[in-house]
């Protein structure tokens, strides 16, 4: 079974500092993909970032950037220059490559103080 | 485009009534997955349906079922509603046939059972 551990309920950052999210995985699967979603107070599970299994490079969208290391299974999220709009719940999730359903963390409550 | 849309965004209802909650995925998308979020959690897989057809079933008791129409469209129903099916339901559409693993959620509908 696929698994996604999320170790941090909370965290907080100072807008346009640096901040780090953690995740772990498990799969036995050899080929999936890792996904960061936010989810603002608004409910709407917005996509942040994708980051394909097979690829060694670690995917960047704008201010968010990820650290992907296959062997220890571990998937962080950076979010560079906070702003206040930043301020959500995020959830990693994982998929294998055969249309199955997402599996969750629990996700790690972000707070962007001004 | 559209985006994945829910209906209704709020629902309360009493035990022992049953819900359908309704949702249209993106245009062109063909999958749409079921999940269930409580309040802190992340979201939990319910069902997915692809072409028409159920492809996977979460852990959820017989009185979850749920069916895709053939326009892609898809209901959510709970029959013998219980206090403990209060939550976030969120839908979400994907397009697998071109190799595409991104799921895209709706806002959700928020049932509550009293």
């Known amino acids: 079974a696929q698994t996604v551990t999320q170790s941090q309920p909370e965290m907080s950052v100072q807008e346009a500092e640096t901040v780090t999210l953690s995740c772990t995985y498990d799969?036995?699967?050899?080929?999936?993909?890792l996904f960061w979603y936010k989810q603002p107070p608004s409910r709407q599970m917005i996509l942040v970032i994708r980051?394909?299994?097979?690829?060694?490079q670690n995917a960047t969208e704008n201010r968010f950037s990820v650290n992907f290391q296959k062997a220890a299974k571990s998937f962080s999220l950076k979010i560079s220059d906070s702003q206040l709009g930043d301020t959500a719940m995020y959830f990693c999730?994982?998929?294998?490559?055969?249309?199955?359903?997402?599996?969750f963390g629990k996700g790690t409550r972000l707070s962007v103080i001004a | 485009d559209a985006g994945v849309t829910q209906s209704p965004t709020h629902l309360i209802k009493t035990r022992g009534q049953q819900v359908t909650l309704r949702c249209s995925p993106i245009?062109?998308?063909?999958?749409v997955s079921w999940y269930q979020q409580v309040l802190g959690q992340g979201p939990q897989f319910i069902f997915q349906y692809y072409e028409k057809e159920e492809r996977g079933r979460g852990n959820f008791p017989d009185r979850f079922s749920a069916r895709q129409f053939p326009n892609y469209s898809s209901e959510l129903n709970v029959n013998a509603l219980l206090l403990g099916d209060s939550a976030l339901y969120l839908c979400?559409?994907?397009?697998?046939?071109?190799?595409?693993?991104?799921?895209?959620f709706g806002q959700g509908t928020r049932l509550t059972v009293v």
């Open positions: 799969t036995s699967e050899n080929n999936y993909y």
């Open positions: 999730a994982l998929v294998d490559s055969g249309n199955t359903p997402l599996v």
């Open positions: 980051q394909e299994a097979y690829k060694q």
């Open positions: 979400a559409s994907s397009d697998p046939g071109q190799g595409r693993t991104e799921a895209f």
């Open positions: 245009s062109g998308h063909k999958s």
